[in-house]
């Protein structure tokens, strides 16, 4: 059974840093596309950034762009996000998806990735 776990979620002031990893198991992760999105109360949960197998393809939400970058460790069947200048609007629970077939078409859509972690709380403080 897929199991992703999330960690590196914390409390910090406008301005800071965070690291975010997600480790993957219990499947085969050689081809897998992998992508963070994040959630707050009554909202949709939204793309922060997609990475595929080898990091040949990479994209990162325009919200976020220039700020957050997304990278991964094969060999650990690890992703992180690497998340710079927080700002308050980034506060959300994020969260790690993947899907053993690499990126899917729509890739965007929360919709189209079939394994989710538990989440973990990133709060930024103004």
């Known amino acids: 059974q897929v199991r992703l776990v999330e960690s590196g979620g914390g409390s910090v002031q406008a301005g800071g840093s965070l690291r975010l990893s997600c480790v993957a198991s219990?499947?085969?992760?050689?081809?897998?596309?992998m992508a963070w999105f994040r959630q707050t109360p009554g909202k949709e949960r939204e793309f922060v950034a997609a990475?595929?197998?080898?990091?040949?393809?990479?994209d990162i939400a325009d919200s976020v762009k220039g700020r957050f970058t997304v990278s991964r460790d094969n060999a650990r069947n690890a992703m992180y996000l690497q998340a710079n200048s927080l700002e308050s609007e980034d506060t959300a629970i994020y969260y790690c998806?993947?899907?053993?077939?690499?990126?899917?078409?729509?890739?965007?859509?929360?919709?189209?990735?079939?394994?989710w972690g538990q989440g973990t709380q990133v709060t930024v403080s103004s």
């Open positions: 219990g499947g085969s992760f050689t081809n897998a596309g």
């Open positions: 990475i595929g197998r080898d990091a040949g393809f990479i």
């Open positions: 998806a993947a899907h053993s077939l690499g990126i899917p078409a729509g890739y965007f859509n929360n919709k189209k990735w079939p394994y």
